[in-house]
């Protein structure tokens, strides 16, 4: 009694199965998905569809002769379609149009799974017929290039040498032999194509630093460029160097002469009016500059300056004009002073003591 549970309630689940497929297969609505079940426990979904819920009841086994194991039989016998035998075994009218439509939509389903595995098979035939296309294209390369570096190799490999005599030689057969091996030599250049003799190849020029390849031209611009802001910069350090003063004035002197050549004016009364520019002009290397009268400075406000001996200080700033002739400082400027010189004489003693004859 131990074994009799388990096919009482597989029964009982198969019964509770039918009974549910029966009562749902006139009051479904529409809209739902089809759900198709056998006695095998299988289950077949579908998208949602205008259908019911249907039943398929397992067919009664066939007595067939079952071919050999391993037989062309066995592999090309197909299986039957259930819907086929579901449309022929219906009980009532009622079933019929739902179970028609559910193999419509079936149908349509096993359809559109062909397609889909059909679009795949042509996606790896175009895929298959790709990589071989590819395949043959290397091929072709590689064969191109083992052909041309077995030419260049001939090309480059030293030729059989032709016949040399033997024996004793004179100076003439020595050169005649070597004329002809030269001959030859020459010969085969000529008769080589300008891919393997280089005949006619640009000169490739690269950085010996990355070793990348480099435009000469591109290369030889871009120093002329560097070269001609370096100028620049020269010119522009020597115009610095001048002075600001000096450029002026020579601006100005420029702007002169080109106003006196436009104007209208005697060229005496120009030459008299540069005359006494440049007499009003100071240099500082001028020997009587000492003794020409600046009417600029006269000009100016003079302001009153004491007149006598003042203590020296750090930064040339003389008393006022109504000092009394009193220091009244701490005496930090005369001790600072006094400590310079000293200093000062007692390096020169040190010196004078270090290289006297002793």
Known sequence: HYGAAPEKDRASKKKKKKDVAASSASATPYGMNVIITDDDDSVHSMPPVQSAHVHIPKKPPVPVSQPPQGSWHSVTQKEPDPLAHLLDSAAGDEERPAIAEGAELLQ????????KEEEKRRLREERRRQKSAQAAVIATEEAAAKAEEKSSSNLRSSPSPPPMRYGLQTAASIKEDADRVHERHLRRLRDASSDVSGRGAKTVYRDPKSGKEVDMELHNQQEREKQERRNQLR????????????????AEEQRLLESMRRSDTVASDAAKLLDEEHRAKQHWDDPARGFLVNKKADAAT?????????????FGIRPGYRWDGVDRSNGFEKQRFESKASSSSRRAEDYAFSVADM
């Open 108 to 115: 349509e389903y096993r359809a559109q799974q062909a397609a």
């Open 235 to 250: 010119d522009q350090h020597s115009e610095w160097n001048k002075g600001l003063v000096q450029q002026r004035a020579k």
């Open 302 to 314: 003079a302001y009153p300056q004491y007149k006598g001996y003042a203590p020296p200080n750090r």
